[in-house]
C-alpha cells in the first residue's frame, strides 16, 4: 500500500526503507546499535558540483537545488540528510534582507565561491549592560539594524518599556516615520522571501521522503558562547572579553543559554524531528585554556544540552577541529542521549573516552576526500568500522564536517559503499 | 640585555601575567613621568611576549592570551614609540623576511593574523598582504619584499587548490627555489602539505614561528 506525503506518493518499500532508516538515527542515539552504520548526507556546495550547476544557482534557483540534491540524496542512499535547501539556498533571502554577516556569490565571491562569513565586532564591549537589561530592545535599537538592512529603521523605534497609559500611545509616533515605514515594507518582502524557501524547503522534505529518505536533523541551534564570540563580538573581542568583562560576560552567557534552548525547542518541535544539529566553533582545545573552557564556554551549553534532553530533543553537537582536550568533560551528560559528531578529534579516541555515554559521528578528514583516492577513502572507513562498529560503538559515519564542496564523486560514493560493504 | 631593575621586572610580569590595567599603569608611568627610555620599555616588552609565547608553547597559554598580548603591545608601543628621539639606538637587525597572505577565495584571517603578530614580535620582518590574494600580488609581491619565507593561508577546503595553484605559479616564475613555502588553517595536514607541494605546514603559530627560525638560521 502506497502513502501521499504531501502532494506525493510514497510506495512501500519507500515507506519501510524511511522507516528503517529513521529507527537507525534514534536506535543510534539510544546507543543500541542498529542494523547496519547509518551515513549522513551532509554538505554546502557539493551538491552543486555533483549535479553540474554553479554555487550561485544553488544559491537561488530553488527548483535546480531540490533537484541536484534529491539526485544526490536517491543515488548515495543516506540514512539521514541534512535540511540542505535552509543551509545553501538562502541567496534570494540574503539580498532581500540586506544580510551584512556573509558574503557570498554575487555578492563580494565569484559564482563558484562559498559564502563566507564576515568577522566583525557587531556588539561593542560597552553594549553588554545595554544587552543583559533588554535583550528585544537591544536587538530592534541596535543588533537587528546592524546585520539586516531591511531594519536600519529600527533604530528610530521608541522604547517600549515603561510605556503606560496613554503614553502607549504618544510614544508610538517614531512608527509614523518614512523610515520606520521603508524598514516595514522592506521587512515584510523579506519575510515573503522567507516563506517561499521554507515552501521550497517543505516540498522538498516531502520529496525526500515519499523516496524513503529522513532528514538527519529537522533543526540547527548555536552553543552560547559561540553566538556572542561568532555573531555579537567577534572573535578577538570575545578573546579579549574573557579578561576584561569575563563576569558581563558569564551573564550574557547564561541568558543566552535560557534563551536558545526555549527557541530551539520551540523549532524542533515545528520541525517535528527530535535531533537537533548544533555546529560548535569556539570548543576546540587550541582555541582556549582547559580552565576557560569549563568556566566560561561549557556550563552554558551544558545547560542547554539538559534543557533539550529533557524536552525529548536529541542535540546533535559538531565539535569543529580538534577537541580532544575536552573529551573527558564533555562527557558529563546522561548517557544515550546525544550524538557528538566531531570534526579533527580522532574518532577512534573519541570512541574509547565517550563510547559509553554518546554516538558519534563522523569524520573522514576534508584532505583525504578531496585529494585522496577511491580506495584511500574505503580504508579510512574500514578503519572506522574496524575500531569503532565492530566492538560494538554506535557511530554514523559522514565526513568531517559533511562533503567538501570540492570532493570527487567517486570519493562520496566510495565512502557510501564501503560503509556497505564493511557495516551492512 | 643588561640584568632589569624591580620596577621593569615588575612590568614584564604583569604584562606576561594578562594584568593589563596594571601593566599599562606602570607602563605610562615609566614613559610619561619617570622619563624612562622608550627603546628599553619596548625591549621589556618583548621580553614580556617570550615568556608569553613559551606559556603558549608549553600549553598553559592559548589564543585570547595571545590576541591580549598582541594589544597590551600594541597600546604601550603607541605611547613609547613617539618618545624614541630620531637616529637613537636603531632598528633591531631582524632575522628574517617573511610574507604571508590568505589565498583566493579566502577570506579568513583570524588565524594569520595571530601567526603575522608572533613572528613579529619573536624578530621577522613580516609583510601581511591581506586576504584573498590573487596569485598574480603574491608574485609581485614575493618580487619586491624578497622574503625568505613565504606563508600561505586558509581556513576552506577551496584554499588546496588555490594553495597548489599559487605555489604552482611560483614554480612556474621560476622563483621557488629562492624561499621556503609555509601553509597553515583550519584543515591543513601533512596530505595538503604534500598535496600542495609547500615545504611545511603548521598548526599554530608557535610551529609557523620554529618553522621560520628553523630555515632562516635563527637561534630558537
Known amino acids: ?424 | 640585555m643588561s640584568g632589569m631593575n624591580e620596577q621593569e621586572a615588575q612590568l614584564v610580569e604583569w604584562l606576561a601575567d594578562m594584568r593589563e590595567e596594571e601593566a599599562h599603569e606602570l607602563a605610562n608611568r615609566m614613559l610619561l613621568e619617570e622619563g624612562a627610555d622608550p627603546l628599553r620599555v619596548l625591549e621589556l616588552c618583548r621580553m614580556a611576549m617570550d615568556v608569553v609565547g613559551k606559556r603558549f608553547e608549553e600549553g598553559e597559554y592559548f589564543l585570547p592570551e595571545l590576541v591580549l598580548a598582541g594589544e597590551m603591545l600594541e597600546t604601550i608601543g603607541a605611547v613609547a614609540k613617539p618618545l624614541i628621539v630620531q637616529g637613537e639606538g636603531g632598528a633591531a637587525a631582524k632575522l628574517g623576511r617573511v610574507l604571508i597572505g590568505t589565498v583566493h577565495g579566502d577570506l579568513h584571517d583570524i588565524g594569520k593574523n595571530i601567526v603575522s603578530f608572533m613572528l613579529d614580535i619573536n624578530g621577522f620582518e613580516v609583510k601581511d598582504i591581506g586576504i584573498d590574494v590573487p596569485v598574480k600580488t603574491f608574485i609581485d609581491e614575493i618580487n619586491e619584499f624578497k622574503p625568505d619565507v613565504v606563508g600561505l593561508s586558509g581556513f576552506l577546503t577551496l584554499a588546496f587548490d588555490s594553495m597548489k595553484e599559487t605555489i604552482a605559479a611560483f614554480e612556474k616564475e621560476g622563483m621557488r627555489d629562492r624561499f621556503k613555502i609555509m601553509i597553515g588553517g583550519g584543515q591543513i595536514d601533512e596530505t595538503v602539505r604534500a598535496y600542495t607541494g609547500a615545504d611545511a605546514f603548521g598548526v599554530n603559530a608557535v610551529e609557523a614561528v620554529n618553522l621560520c627560525r628553523g630555515w632562516t638560521g635563527a637561534a630558537a
Open chain 1, 1 to 424: 500500500m502506497s502513502e501521499m506525503i504531501g502532494p506525493y506518493e510514497q510506495t512501500a518499500e519507500a515507506k519501510a526503507a524511511y522507516d528503517a532508516r529513521w529507527q537507525r538515527l534514534l536506535s543510534l542515539a539510544r546507543l543500541e546499535q542498529p542494523d547496519r552504520m547509518p551515513v549522513g548526507l551532509h554538505s554546502f556546495f557539493w551538491p552543486a558540483n555533483y549535479g553540474g550547476i554553479t554555487y550561485k544557482e544553488l544559491m537561488y534557483d530553488y527548483d535546480k537545488a531540490k533537484q541536484v540534491t534529491l539526485d544526490a540524496a536517491i543515488e548515495l542512499e543516506p540514512d539521514g540528510v541534512y535540511p540542505l535547501l535552509l543551509g545553501s539556498t538562502i541567496g534570494r533571502m540574503l539580498e532581500k534582507f540586506d544580510f551584512k554577516q556573509l558574503q557570498w556569490p554575487g555578492h563580494g565571491v565569484g559564482d563558484m565561491q562559498p559564502f563566507q562569513y564576515l568577522d566583525r565586532e557587531y556588539m561593542k564591549a560597552e553594549e553588554y549592560d545595554d544587552f543583559l537589561f533588554d535583550p528585544t530592545g537591544f536587538y530592534l535599537h541596535k543588533y537587528l539594524p546592524r546585520v539586516l538592512g531591511v531594519f536600519e529603521g529600527f533604530d528610530k523605534l521608541p522604547r517600549f518599556a515603561g510605556m503606560h497609559y496613554l503614553r502607549t500611545m504618544y510614544g508610538m509616533r517614531p512608527f509614523a516615520l518614512p523610515e520606520v515605514r521603508a524598514s516595514f515594507d522592506r521587512i515584510v518582502a523579506a519575510a515573503e522571501e522567507t516563506n517561499t524557501l521554507f515552501a521550497h524547503h517543505l516540498d522538498w522534505v516531502q520529496r525526500l521522503r515519499a523516496a524513503g529518505f529522513p532528514l538527519a536533523n529537522g533543526t540547527v541551534a548555536t552553543s552560547p558562547y559561540d553566538i556572542i564570540a561568532d555573531y555579537f563580538r567577534g572573535a578577538t573581542g570575545m578573546m579579549k572579553d574573557l579578561y576584561r568583562h569575563k563576569d558581563k560576560l558569564k551573564l550574557v552567557l547564561g541568558k543566552m543559554s535560557t534563551i536558545v534552548t526555549r527557541i530551539t525547542i520551540e523549532n524542533a518541535r515545528l520541525a517535528g524531528h527530535p535531533i537537533v544539529f548544533i555546529p560548535i566553533h569556539w570548543a576546540p582545545d587550541a582555541f582556549m585554556s582547559p580552565k576557560q573552557f569549563e568556566e566560561f564556554w561549557w556550563p552554558p551549553f551544558r545547560k542547554m544540552l539538559m534543557g533539550m534532553i529533557e524536552a525529548d530533543l536529541i542535540p546533535m553537537p559538531m565539535w569543529e577541529s580538534d577537541c580532544t582536550k575536552r573529551l573527558e568533560v564533555i562527557k558529563d551528560i546522561p548517557a544515550g542521549k546525544c550524538i557528538y559528531w566531531f570534526e579533527r578529534t580522532d574518532l577512534v579516541k573519541a570512541y574509547e573516552v565517550l563510547g559509553d555515554r554518546v554516538a558519534l559521528r563522523g569524520n573522514l578528514s576534508p584532505s583525504l576526500l578531496t585529494t585522496g583516492t577511491p580506495e584511500e577513502v574505503d580504508a579510512a572507513v574500514k578503519h572506522l568500522v574496524d575500531n569503532i562498529w565492530n566492538k560494538g560503538g554506535c557511530m554514523m559515519l559522514d565526513g568531517a564536517f559533511g562533503i567538501p564542496d570540492e570532493t570527487p564523486v567517486d570519493n562520496v560514493r566510495a565512502m557510501f559503499n564501503a560503509a556497505r560493504k564493511y557495516a551492512g
